[in-house]
């Protein structure tokens, strides 16, 4: 089973496409342990930009870093700082967090080829965004958030965005960008 995944995700391009049809080869086998994990970073913001993000790797939270660590090691990846690499594959994972930043309720679920993907929630991941750009003066992290919300202002939770912009402290941010954008 698994290498007819491995064989089908080697004839795909490389793509955002790909990282996430990996993640879901990723997610059966550690599903099946009772580990669910969930997309983050920069992988999740090239997902609810269509692409319009690149990334070259894959970050994830997982609850079991050293059950990934072993099947990764087990299906021929190689450590290197902080990621682990196939060369074979193309493929780079990293594992930042165990816990989720955000609410594990809001968490999407996608089906790529029968194989089901977690994605930290569009008001999380722009929350992120939000943080680097505020905290770390990160333009081009507040240009992406900016771009996630114009994308996907009809399934936002504002609400909610609010309020976690308001814990984040990147309320006034929120606010000018969500003026800017029209909502």
């Known amino acids: ?12 391009p490389d793509n955002w496409q790909r990282r996430l049809y990996f993640a879901g080869i990723l997610t059966k086998a550690l599903e099946s342990e009772g ?12 997902f609810y930009t269509l692409g319009g993000y690149a990334t070259r790797d894959i970050d994830i939270a997982v609850q079991d870093r050293e059950r990934l660590n072993g099947l990764l090691s087990s299906w021929g990846f190689k450590k290197e700082g ?9 493929m780079a994972i990293e594992a930042p967090a165990s816990e989720l ?19 930290i929630g569009i008001e999380d991941i722009i929350i992120d965004r939000l943080n680097a750009f505020v905290h770390w003066k990160s333009q081009r992290d507040g240009d992406w958030a900016e771009e996630m919300l114009a994308i996907h202002h009809k399934s936002i939770d504002l ?11 990147t309320v006034r941010a929120l606010k000018d960008m969500l003026k800017r954008t029209g909502l």
Not at 82 to 90: C, I, K, P
Request: glycine fraction near 6%.
């Open 159 to 169: 609400s909610y965005l609010n309020e976690r912009a308001e814990k984040e402290e």
């Open 1 to 12: 089973m698994l290498e007819s995944l491995i064989k089908r995700l080697k004839e795909m």
């Open 101 to 119: 930043a955000g609410d594990a309720k809001r968490v999407t679920e996608v089906e790529v080829e029968g194989l089901t993907v977690y994605i």
């Open 35 to 46: 580990i669910r994990p969930i997309i983050v970073g920069g992988h999740a913001v090239e």
């Open 82 to 90: 902080r990621h682990w690499y196939s060369e074979e594959l193309d």
